[in-house]
């Protein structure tokens, strides 16, 4: 397309000159608008579509530099040639280097050079257009990108600065500008707080791109501080010569607290801030290693809070978190900076003394834990006591690596908690098979209830006076293939600690109740059934519900069913206890004590569970007549049981001194081998028949 050039002029000679010369143009011609007043011309320009001006200083309404001025305030994008005598050769330099493109003198232009002059012309503004194109939108981008861009020149004096960087140095380009990169860019190694060698000059003598050294901080103009990380390239120009270095960083801070972060909290446990299992691990490698080349011992303690899942369960999870904190901070104090202490999850924690000098001293500690542990956790105004069980393991005698000694302490915990909990084992090398029976055990137990291999069987329980028996305690038994009939004191406390016990106890329950309808369809007097209940069972949420549930499906008269608690599993949190029976008291059920004795009752909880019955435990019983303290405790408990007009019976009568001295202390009733086995569902059948109704010869 031909270029179109407005002459403004009003000199009808010079006008034709122009027509002549450049209408002639001979490769590609251009089209001529001439127009003879600067008003006339500005309002023309404005309508667009003018490629070049050609404008003569000297018009009817304007004359010499007002008339460049002016148009070119109206269009600095259009090339201006301005035009003149050529004794005012003056005024037109003065136009150029106000922003005019070249001046003509009237009467000396000739036509080539003229022509192509335009052109150029032309073709350099169009140029120049786009070049202000790309700058603006370079510097949109170097401004709107979060990377810091710093350039220099060739002596290493900044010569730009984008907005991050000015965010990050705290400097201004205006202030920056022209000063030494090296007092801008003040870089220090993080750890040995030594000044970084200077990036710019770096990139100048090696010539090609570098990244900063790591850890790099940047100390900002005003002394502050940040992480950053990046690198510097050199700036060429079109022929490849360098012209000077452009860094380009970024803050890192954030990045590295939350890196920092992530790393603690890899290694950490969320709930106490305590090493976690992997922390440990590795602390109890490095101790192993140390031991062995100083022959020296370490000692490994596993603990297990005692009953740690019924506080969850009643008191919820809030309480239980803050129990867990409770007893991390009480384990931290115990030991020397140099152990560890770590939460393995749940309510299992494993701490590694890592310089024990001998057993006495593990002991030692061990025992500093219990008693400090033992002490009242006071936490959103509850008083909560918890205990826990300890197993601890040696090195070298029990294990060479981490998970072996681990391995060994949580055996040792375990027999920590046969041992009645609340007390610490070291490992003995015969505790594996124990443990490896334990492991069979739970396995088998797991299929155990599918496989219809538990059966009930019931002891009946006699009144002293009578020889009548007044009710049946049913007692689980396991027919195992290969194990053949297991007792209850192998399994019940691995189905508590496997959860099992849950649906063993519901299938006890709904099988007693069951069973005590039937005898009652087959026309004998109603047989009071007593089910045992375990701890886990008893404080688990839907447990009322399930003996509702049971009741009404088997239709059993509540008043029919005896349900018996230890005394150990009642006081551990008895107000939630209080809660519980009373509910159950309300469905009618009657409520029995179990191993009464054992278990530290507090008289004022005793008065205000609501119980039927208190059942002496069978320690007291088997040692008569032998111990004399045992036999007034007995005859204490059986006028505590009168006084509260609790109904007392003894369990575990073996002979006949025992019964007869049970009967002149006037306990109501009994249980034990002397009266009657425990008995199979028929044998119990049969004595109901045989005894009508059941008279045991007294
Ligand atoms: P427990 O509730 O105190 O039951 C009495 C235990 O003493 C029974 O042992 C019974 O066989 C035994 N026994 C009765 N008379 C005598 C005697 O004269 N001498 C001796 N030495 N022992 C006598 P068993 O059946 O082995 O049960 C042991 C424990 O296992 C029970 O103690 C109870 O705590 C628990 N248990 C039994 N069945 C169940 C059950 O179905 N569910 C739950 N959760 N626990 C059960
Ligand atoms: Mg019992
Ligand atoms: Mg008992």
Not at 66 to 94: D, G, H, K
Not at 196 to 204: G, Q, Y
């Amino acid at each position: 397309m031909a270029n179109r050039i407005l002459i403004l002029s009003a000199d009808a000679a010079e006008t034709a000159m122009l027509h002549q010369v450049l209408g002639a143009a001979r490769e590609q011609p251009f089209d001529l608008e001439t127009i003879a007043s600067l008003s006339s011309g500005i309002t023309r320009v404005g309508q667009g579509q003018i490629d070049a001006i050609i404008l003569d200083l000297t018009l009817p309404d304007c004359m010499g530099h007002a008339n460049f001025s002016r148009m070119y305030a109206c269009t600095p994008e259009i090339p201006i040639l301005v035009m003149c005598p050529w004794e005012q050769e003056e005024l037109a330099i003065s136009c150029v280097h106000s922003g005019a493109q070249g001046y003509l003198l009237k009467g000396h232009f000739s036509s080539y050079l003229l022509a192509q002059g335009l052109r150029s012309v032309i073709a350099r503004k169009e140029l120049e257009a786009v070049f202000y194109k790309e700058k603006a939108r370079a510097e949109i981008a170097l401004n709107s990108i979060g990377d810091a861009v710093i350039c220099t020149d060739l002596q290493g004096n900044i010569d730009y600065l984008n907005v991050a960087a000015e965010k990050l140095t705290l400097w201004s380009r205006e202030q920056a500008n022209g000063h030494p990169f090296s007092e801008v860019f003040n870089i220090i190694n993080a750890d040995t707080r030594n000044a970084e060698r200077n990036t710019v000059e770096l990139v100048l003598q090696q010539k090609q791109t570098i990244g900063l050294p790591p850890d790099t901080i940047l100390i900002k103009r005003d002394g502050s501080e940040a992480s950053i990380e990046d690198s510097a390239a050199p700036i060429n120009d079109l022929s490849g010569r360098q012209t000077g270095v452009v860094v380009v960083f970024h803050d890192v801070s954030a990045a590295q607290i939350m890196s920092k972060k992530m790393a603690f909290l890899a290694q950490h446990d969320f709930l106490t801030n305590l090493p976690n299992r992997l922390m440990l691990n590795d602390r109890i490698e490095q101790a192993i290693t140390m031991a062995k080349r100083n022959q020296t011992q370490l000692a490994i303690l596993f603990l297990d809070l005692d009953n740690f899942k019924h506080i969850n369960d009643s008191l919820g999870h809030a309480i239980g978190d803050k129990l867990l904190q409770s007893v991390s901070k009480r384990l931290a104090a115990c030991v020397r900076d140099s152990d560890t202490v770590s939460r393995q999850g749940g309510d299992e924690f494993v701490i590694l003394l890592a310089e024990s000098e001998s057993e006495i001293n593990t002991a030692i500690i061990a025992n500093k834990i219990l008693q400090l542990l033992a002490c009242p956790h006071y936490l959103l105004e509850c008083e909560l006591h918890i205990t826990t069980s300890i197993g601890v393991s040696v090195y070298p005698l029990d294990g060479e690596d981490a998970e072996t000694m681990i391995k060994s302490a949580d055996i040792a915990m375990y027999h920590a908690k046969e041992h009645g909990r609340n007390n610490f084992q070291f490992f003995r090398s015969d505790m594996n098979t124990r443990a490896i029976e334990r492991q069979k055990i739970e396995a088998h137990l797991r299929v155990a209830l599918e496989k219809q291999e538990f059966v009930l069987h019931y002891q009946p329980q006699v009144n002293l006076k009578t020889g009548k028996v007044t009710g049946a305690e049913a007692l689980i038994r396991w027919m195992h293939g290969d194990m053949g009939m297991v007792m209850p004191a192998r399994f019940i406390s691995i189905a508590e600690d496997s959860g099992l016990i849950v649906p063993i106890g519901r299938w006890v329950l709904r099988e007693a109740c069951l069973q005590a309808q039937r005898w009652n369809l087959q026309g004998f007097a109603p047989v009071s059934i007593s089910v045992n209940i375990s701890a886990v069972e008893f404080r688990q949420k839907n447990f009322l519900q399930g003996v509702q549930n049971i009741l009404q499906e088997t239709g059993l008269n509540a008043s029919q069913l005896e349900l018996e608690i230890t005394e150990s599993v009642l006081m551990r949190d008895a107000q939630a206890s209080i809660a519980i029976l009373q509910e159950l008291k309300e469905m009618g059920v009657r409520l029995a004590v179990d191993d009464f004795g054992t278990g530290y009752s507090s008289l004022s909880y005793l008065e205000q569970f609501p119980l039927d019955v208190l059942k002496i435990d069978q320690s007291f019983v088997q040692d008569i007549p032998a111990n004399g303290s045992n036999r007034i405790i007995i005859s204490a408990v059986i006028g505590m049981g009168n006084s509260l007009q609790l109904r007392v019976i003894a369990e575990g009568i073996e002979n006949q001194v025992q019964l007869n001295f049970l009967q002149a202390q006037q306990c109501h009733e009994g249980q034990g081998f002397f009266l009657s086995r425990p008995l199979t569902v028929e044998q119990f059948g049969r004595m109901l028949l045989r005894k009508n109704h059941a008279l045991l010869a007294l």
